[in-house]
């Protein structure tokens, strides 16, 4: 059997079509399975120092009654730290458009705080946090509905309170993981 010049190229092709796809699959995999590098704003006690700062005006203006509610989702042992990143990443996304911006002028550090946090937004969604696909995860709707239900400025003391607890999660698992550590990070920051 003979084969010709463009039965050959039309093998190689088809060959080289599905090598691609096996090396984009496991790419995807590798991206989807392995946390990110930190940010560096995750990184500068600054923006820590600023975030709890923010966190503590806000908790100082909460509301007796709203001691006890927790807008923040809890990160689940059976979830992945990629999973708990981006999830958080997600609400980040939530917070600096829909909750930072009517606090702004609540406190000093505000406008630097919000564009550490953009930035950290940025890198996530460069390292490979797609935001959109946890925007109906379930956590992320809980979120937004406990957040609804306590309504305008109630709901904003509250978020802002919580901006800490955000502020962890992200620092906590949207870093790669180190060596020997990666199996016990789950357990140890299962908050």
């Not at 500068?44 to 806000?58: F, G, I, L, Y």
């Not at 809890?74 to 999973?83: L, S, V």
Request: glycine share 4%; net charge negative.
């Amino acid at each position: 059997m003979k084969l010709d010049n463009a039965t050959i190229a039309s093998c190689l092709r088809s060959a080289a079509t599905a090598l691609a796809v096996l090396f984009l699959i496991a790419w995807t995999e590798q991206v989807v399975s392995h946390p990110v590098h930190r940010s560096p704003p995750l990184k500068d006690p600054k923006t820590h120092q600023a975030v709890r700062e923010m966190s503590q005006h806000a908790q100082r203006k909460e509301l007796e009654e709203d001691t006890s509610i927790r807008l923040m989702p809890r990160a689940g042992a059976d979830q992945n730290h990629m999973e708990i990143c981006c999830l958080h990443a997600n609400i980040l996304n939530f917070y600096l458009n829909n909750i930072l911006h009517k606090y702004s002028d609540e406190h000093p550090s505000m406008h630097q705080l919000k564009t550490d946090l953009h930035r950290v937004s940025e890198d996530l969604q460069d390292q490979g946090c797609n935001l959109t696909h946890y925007h109906n995860h379930r956590h992320t709707v809980e979120f937004r509905r406990k957040l609804e239900k306590m309504e305008g400025v109630r709901g904003i003391n509250k978020a802002v309170g919580e901006i800490d607890i955000l502020f962890t999660y992200l620092h906590d698992y949207c870093e790669a993981p180190k060596p020997f550590a990666n199996a016990t990070n789950g357990a140890d920051n299962d908050n």
